[in-house]
């Protein structure tokens, strides 16, 4: 800047008339940094804002469903905004956060975190049924 703020010697070290008028007049400034830097460290504890979720419709149901409305509690200030869809779109292309998948179908460069236990897949009908359609072989 070309003008000398600081008058130093070896036991101190003090803002010259300069220095003094700029501190003064950056003072408010500073304030308003801190205060948002403050606004900001709060934040950090207290999660919020919109999260975009992608969920197949057996996950909403079956993970997603019976957890939201602990999930809304414990974060009210999070809006989850949720599509159900069963393809298999890709979720940053999709401008989602977060996506639902069943571990069978999590891609290898995703991070992924459990939250639910394992769902065992199962094929049900009526016995008449199955005594007209006998269990199909794995070679034909």
């Known amino acids: 800047m070309g003008v000398r703020l600081l008058s130093r010697t070896t036991r101190s070290v003090a803002p010259t008339e ?6 003064a007049r950056l003072r408010p400034a500073l304030t308003d940094i801190q205060d948002a830097v403050d606004h ?6 207290r999660p919020g804002g ?3 979720l992608l969920v197949p419709r057996l996950a909403g149901t079956t ?3 019976p957890n939201l409305a602990k999930f809304a509690h414990a974060y009210p200030d999070v809006i989850l905004d949720i599509t159900a869809d069963d393809s ?4 940053v292309a ?8 069943f571990g ?3 891609q290898k460069d995703m991070i992924a975190v459990r939250i639910s ?3 065992r897949a199962a094929i049900v009908g009526a016995p008449a049924y199955f005594k007209l359609h006998p269990k199909p072989s794995l070679g034909n």
């Open 63 to 65: 993970v997603l469903g």
């Open 88 to 91: 298999r779109m890709d979720i």
């Open 104 to 106: 069978e179908y999590i």
């Open 40 to 45: 900001l460290s709060g934040l950090r504890d």
């Open 50 to 52: 919109r999260v975009r």
């Open 94 to 101: 999709g401008g989602f956060d977060a996506v639902i998948h």
């Open 117 to 119: 236990k394992d769902h």
């Open 18 to 23: 300069a220095g003094q008028q700029l501190l």
